[in-house]
């Protein structure tokens, strides 16, 4: 790939993904094999006026060698010096960029259950730190492709046609090429998701609906005083930064254990390099109570059993059918890129920033109004081309969704 699109690249997660700001700090979560591409977005970092430019590598073999070697006890433990780098991080705010380039198979094989037992046991030391940070500074995830993930993409190509064509694939749905500014693109993309939210926000609805042939009938409760966000969203301190890219969602976070019916998943999920395929999950009360899969069934039991709030509901998401990464026709195997082909919900945590004034209002606020808790965020595709949503206020019905579309043009 060249490098000038390369550099356009790099320059658009830093601008308008995490929008780094003067004298801000920030963070890259990246891959050892990516080092010279965290080299650009660094650089275009510290020429937005980064003050520093912190380098977190990982590297999936060495992630399987930790868990089968270290102790549960080791595993379960929050070192003095890390938990001094959450306290820093609470309190410098820098902005966080994860370059997402991992193999979607590269963890089969390895313990579930002494990875779980592990993050149940070190998270109640790490969430008062995640719950300082929230909303409070920017961060962002993007992709590049690695040989391994790009196989698996495009399993008939060579390798360097895999990772071109993956290439390909990204820069397209991040709206980079040759010829464009892909900064006044991702500009226009926002204004249109402003558009999309204000007319979902102004019908206010009680709940939303959805049915497909596939065997999805499902109804989720929304919360009273929830509004519907998309694109961009803005920090405490007014820096406006694009989360995901790519993104072709409209999202809101449902009531917290209102929900029933089944949804069936229409596209295999990647968690924690592993692999998820043909599964469905039937909700009652709020909560999963049944669930299979045809590949990966422990691996999604070990998922919904990682604390209370992981069986219930923290996302709705609309995507038509009609989107740039649908079209494309391509199945990344990566949430980031899966999810914004397809209508999704996440099992797991909600968003504050789905609470109307959810600025002025502390994380426990939040909660009692509905968002859901969990040390989890997992997305699950369920969209379909014959899929109907459905909202209702005061039980009068206003179609969302006719055939995997929108139905109101805006």
């Known amino acids: 790939m060249k490098k000038t699109i390369l550099r356009k690249y790099a320059h658009l997660i830093a601008k308008m993904g995490a929008n780094v700001q003067k004298g801000q700090g920030v963070i890259i ?3 050892v094999d990516q080092y010279e591409f965290a080299t650009m977005v660094a650089e275009e970092c510290y020429r937005l006026g980064a003050k520093y430019v912190r380098t977190e590598w990982n590297h999936q073999p060495l992630t399987k060698l930790n868990y089968r ?3 549960l006890k080791t595993l379960s433990t929050v070192q003095k010096w890390e938990e001094e780098k959450l306290k820093f991080m609470a309190d410098d705010l820098p902005c966080r960029i994860h370059i997402l380039s991992s193999d979607p198979d590269g963890l089969k094989g390895i313990n579930m259950e002494k990875m779980q037992k592990a993050h149940m046991a ?3 030391i790490t969430k008062p730190y995640s719950d300082a940070m929230e909303s409070k500074h920017q961060w962002t995830i993007a992709a590049v492709p690695s040989p391994a993930w790009a196989k698996k993409v495009f399993p008939n190509l060579s390798r360097s046609q895999a990772v071109d064509a993956l290439w390909n694939g990204i820069l397209q749905a991040v709206h980079v090429d040759e010829n464009n500014d892909p900064c006044a ?8 998701f ?22 999805t009938d499902f109804r989720a409760d929304l919360i009273p005083q929830g509004i519907w966000c998309g694109g961009g969203e803005t920090t405490k301190q007014g820096v406006y930064f694009n989360p995901n890219m790519p993104t072709e969602e409209i999202f809101t976070s449902p009531m917290a254990g209102k929900c029933e ?21 039937r909700f009652e009360n709020g909560s999963a109570i049944e669930w299979d899969a045809e590949k990966g069934k422990e691996l999604l039991d070990k998922m919904l059993g990682m604390d209370e709030g992981a069986k219930k509901l923290g996302e709705l998401a609309l995507i038509p059918c009609d989107s740039p990464i649908n079209n494309s026709g391509i199945l990344y195997y990566e949430t980031l890129f899966d999810e914004n082909a397809s209508c999704h919900v996440a099992l797991g945590h909600g968003f504050n920033d789905c609470i109307e004034g959810h600025l002025e209002k502390t994380n426990e606020e939040c909660r009692a109004l509905g968002i859901n808790d969990s040390m989890i965020h997992v997305d699950f595709m369920i969209g379909a081309k014959d899929m109907t949503i ?6 009068k019905a206003v179609p969302i969704f006719v055939n995997g579309e929108w139905a109101e043009k805006i």
């Not at 693109?185 to 249109?192: G, I, L």
């Not at 459905?390 to 039980?395: H, L, R, S, V």
């Open 29 to 31: 979560y990246c891959a």
């Open 69 to 71: 070697w270290q102790s």
């Open 122 to 124: 070190t998270y109640p």
């Open 185 to 192: 693109d991702w500009d226009k993309h926002n204004a249109d």
């Open 194 to 215: 402003a558009a999309r939210c204000q007319w979902l926000n102004a019908q206010k609805f009680d709940y939303v609906t959805y049915k497909s042939a596939n065997g």
């Open 261 to 281: 019916g089944k949804l069936v998943a229409t596209k295999p999920l990647s968690y924690q390099g592993q692999m998820i395929e043909n599964f469905w999950i």
């Open 390 to 395: 459905t909202g209702y206020k005061n039980g």
